[in-house]
């Protein structure tokens, strides 16, 4: 079974531009989570799709990240425009049915985001 | 509100030696608990669950971690460090009752001297 995609593996851009971060989950995955850690801090929860819909938002920091999961299938989260301190590991995991708290949950390599 | 502490920021082990890695939580549900630990270059990789079942849960590579509900802890044990568990380690908490979002701890990076 393959795991978590995440690509880039590695981003570098500068200030004020946009980036676009990828995440594949396991097939048959419904949930869909976005996390982050920026330097020095904890891996912090972004949001959570289920299926193609937005679960919980509650902790993306504010309307320059978009995320979408067309589809159902992979996701993008798009940083418009960036800024210095959206430096850090986004990480991306997926879980089956609606107990990733059961199961756990899998998550890939992460891609690390510098903005200079 | 959940919350996790990791008492430790680094902890170094000689290989061989036991490894012990320190970590409270406060929840006000029945938790679910995790040990992920991520190796360079690498994801995050679960290591163990606890969820509501035995208080001591055995995780992969000789971990093994106790659910202690009166000291809100459950910290992270093996018998012998190997070098390759060289490695940072994040505590996690969620709620048991829904999928709520998971709450790291910062995480304890463990060196393995030989």
């Known amino acids: 079974e393959a795991g978590v995609t995440q690509f880039p593996s590695h981003s570098v851009i500068e200030k004020g531009q946009t980036v676009t971060l990828r995440c594949d989950p396991i097939?048959?995955?419904?949930?869909l989570y976005w996390y982050r850690r920026v330097m020095g801090k904890e891996i912090k929860f972004l949001l959570h799709?289920?299926?193609?819909?937005?679960?919980?938002e509650s902790g993306m920091p504010n309307n320059r990240f978009l995320a979408e999961r067309t589809g159902g299938t992979y996701s993008t989260l798009k940083v418009q425009p960036a800024e210095l301190e959206d430096s850090g590991v986004y990480f991306c995991?997926?879980?089956?049915?609606?107990?990733?708290?059961?199961?756990?949950?899998?998550f890939g390599s992460g891609t690390r985001l510098t903005v200079v | 509100a959940q919350s996790v502490t990791q008492l430790d920021s680094h902890v170094s082990v000689s290989e061989g030696t036991p490894v012990l890695l320190r970590c409270n939580y406060s929840?006000?549900?029945?938790?679910?608990l995790f040990w992920y630990v991520q190796h360079p270059n690498k994801g995050l990789q679960l290591l163990l669950k606890?969820?509501?079942?035995?208080?001591l849960v055995k995780g992969i590579n000789g971990f093994e971690a106790e659910f202690k509900k009166s000291e809100t802890s459950f910290h992270l044990t093996k018998p012998s460090a190997h070098m390759s568990d060289a490695a940072e380690y994040f505590c996690?908490?969620?709620?048991?009752?829904?999928?709520?979002?998971?709450?790291f701890g910062k995480g304890t990076r463990l060196s393995v001297i030989a």
């Open positions: 799709f289920v299926k193609e819909s937005k679960q919980d």
């Open positions: 996690v908490v969620s709620e048991w009752s829904g999928n709520t979002p998971l709450v």
């Open positions: 929840s006000s549900y029945s938790p679910s």
């Open positions: 097939s048959g995955h419904d949930n």
């Open positions: 606890y969820t509501s079942a035995a208080t």
């Open positions: 995991a997926s879980s089956q049915g609606g107990q990733g708290f059961n199961y756990g949950y899998t």
